[in-house]
């Protein structure tokens, strides 16, 4: 009996840890903004007034709905960075798309992938 304990243990370690690697739909948290930079970690220049933004799992390219929960804006951002590395935020936008949302610092926001 032992060794099917065992191995019901491994393989649900197995589906957790790949859970942990599948990129949430929707996520609610802090967001704040950076303004300089040179490349960003897919290689592209950095440019301060697009709309992109930095995501820590989420795959370059991917667009994203980011609602400001203070103001009830919206905008939608294309993930090329990675980042935040601050705990408690969940995102990093670039300056125009906070000026867009009315962003000063940071704001509770949500995240909804487009697909």
Known sequence: MTPVRG????ILGL???LAAQ???????????WY??????ANGERFNPNGMTAAHRS???GTRVRV???Q???SVVVRINDRGPFVRGRIIDLSRGSARA???GGTSYVSLHVID
């Open 67 to 69: 609602e400001n929960k």
């Open 101 to 103: 949302l009315g962003m």
């Open 58 to 60: 989420l795959p370059f």
């Open 15 to 17: 589906v957790v840890s």
């Open 22 to 32: 599948i990129p949430a739909k929707a996520q609610n948290g802090a967001a704040s």
């Open 7 to 10: 191995s019901a243990a491994v």
């Open 35 to 40: 303004g300089s930079g040179h490349r960003t």
């Open 71 to 73: 103001t009830g804006r």
